[in-house]
């Protein structure tokens, strides 16, 4: 144990930090899944199928990189990637919410869930889970993707972010792990009075660095994030501007396992 700390600090110390990958080949892929396998991570084999199928197909047209470079650099073509993955597939991508619920599977328990789920967030999600063989893991679980990620109705308008802390401590929650973590971006909707989960990743962390590997969104790439810091890691996530609405909405607010850390301020 001794010796893998040392290794995982001297490997930070050897790259900059912050980095960030698309994981556009089978070099950062393999990196990043062996992080993934040593901190406990389920299914890390089919999560490496999925990103190589993104690489050899969407990342392959968008020409995505296989190596680690500035967060704020890293941009991709995501119209590309979305004609990319088109060409070759006729189901559907995975998103954050399916890639991080795989990776928690057998770590991430419940409770209690909602038996059946009414409302609309996630009708893309689900629409895929149902017709979609590869997803069958998290099918088998639905009830709990949607009792964790699907909008909750805010009953406090002066405190909104205590809903999804709320939500995760009625349903009991818990992720059995010391290292690995759900950090999630929930998003406000003041015209249904509602806020649901809008973005989601898997936190890992390390003696002085934390990996932070998520899925961007359907048909747009998978990334792995090195910070040293958590505040550096939502400073990368505030210049994502698809997370933020008017600005006299509330929210959207940040959550380390169902634990409100802050709001998410706009960065420019």
Known sequence: MVLSACADTQTAQKQKIPAATYMGGDNTSAEVCKALKDAGASHVDIFQDWVADFADSAG????LEDNWSDPQKLKADTGKCM????????????????????????????KSTEKRYKGTYLMFDTDAIDTVDRYEIIKKKKDMFTTLYGEKKVTDNKHPETTFSDSWKDY????????????????????????????????????????????????????????????????????????????????????????????LKKSV
């Not at 992720?175 to 759900?182: F, N």
């Open 83 to 110: 004609d990319g993955w088109e060409q070759d597939h006729t189901y559907s991508d995975a998103d954050c919410r399916m890639t991080a619920f795989l990776l928690l599977d057998g770590m991430l328990t419940a």
């Open 60 to 63: 392959k047209n968008a020409k």
């Open 172 to 263: 009991g929650f818990h992720i059995d792990s010391d290292r690995i973590s759900l950090l999630s971006i929930v998003i406000s909707d003041p015209d249904s009075d509602v806020v649901f989960v809008g973005h989601t990743g898997i936190l890992i962390k390390y003696s002085d660095y934390y990996l932070f590997v998520e899925k961007i969104a359907f048909e747009q790439p998978y990334q792995a994030t090195k910070v040293r810091t958590i505040d550096e890691l939502l400073h990368i996530l505030s210049l994502r501007p698809e997370y933020f609405g008017d600005e006299d909405e509330a929210g959207p607010f940040v959550y380390n396992n169902g634990k409100y850390l802050q709001t």
